[in-house]
T-cell receptor, first 111, second 113 residues
Framework: RKEVEQDPGPFNVPEGATVAFNCTYS??????FFWYRQDCRKEPKLLMS???SGNEDGRFTAQLNRASQYISLLIRDSKLSDSATYLC????????????FGAGTRLFVKA | EAQVTQNPRYLITVTGKKLTVTCSQN?????MSWYRQDPGLGLRQIYY???????DKGDVPEGYKVSRKEKRNFPLILESPSPNQTSLYFC????????????FGPGTRLTVL
């Protein structure tokens, strides 16, 4: 079983749609959580950190459920420019600082 | 401008010919890391460093070496490259405090023939 698992993609949605991505993690040493965005084999860039209390940034809302080891990302009012791969990322506190990426979910937003 | 730089950006080489991919950051970050990205597998951590002279293995360290002699530089060394090391490589850095956002370099596309 992968340590970080994401919804299989791709997701194809029309402009204006709401889309939800899910992610589960298995390591109890997981300490911090993020969603990154990656465009077409370019470098990943931070979209948002994820907190237990939930956090929102414009059209994007992220949620963490530590009990279920589950992370979500909600995108409202999808734009064409949201088309990208979304990566769920977990940092492990194992005495060091290991980072585990999910395989990513591809989103296509169409006009 | 705060950034992570990698060189070269593209490299085609042959099996067994030693190579080094350089990584440098100008943000005074303690933590640096190398990842490889392969289709369907996502990014996998090769090695990371929490400070100068402190390095540790990630999930896929076999066939790679790293060094951290200076805070700003974290080169990735392939002593004897093999075709299964053909991949897209990313270097990243961050501050240790708060386990924050990692800043990534632009990537190095390596092909080993």
């Amino acid at each position: 079983r992968k340590e970080v698992e994401q919804d299989p993609g791709p997701f194809n949605v029309p402009e204006g749609a709401t889309v939800a991505f899910n992610c589960t993690y298995s390591n109890s040493a997981s300490q911090s959580f993020f969603w990154y965005r990656q465009d077409c084999r370019k470098e990943p860039k931070l979209l948002m950190s994820v907190y237990s209390s939930g956090n929102e940034d414009g059209r994007f809302t992220a949620q963490l459920n530590r009990a279920s080891q589950y992370i979500s990302l909600l995108i409202r009012d999808s734009k064409l420019s949201d088309s990208a791969t979304y990566l769920c990322v977990v940092n492990l506190n194992t005495g060091g600082f290991k980072t585990i990426f999910g395989a990513g979910t591809r989103l296509f937003v169409k006009a | 401008e705060a950034q992570v730089t990698q060189n070269p950006r593209y490299l085609i080489t042959v099996t067994g010919k030693k190579l080094t991919v350089t990584c440098s950051q100008n943000m005074n970050h303690e933590y640096m890391s190398w990842y490889r990205q392969d289709p369907g597998l996502g990014l996998r951590q090769i090695y990371y460093s929490m400070n100068v002279e402190v390095t540790d293995k990630g999930d896929v360290p076999e066939g790679y070496k790293v060094s951290r002699k200076e805070k700003r530089n974290f080169p990735l060394i392939l002593e004897s490259p093999s075709p299964n090391q053909t991949s897209l490589y990313f270097c990243a850095s961050t501050r240790l405090a708060g386990l924050n956002e990692q800043f990534f370099g632009p990537g190095t596309r390596l092909t080993v023939l």
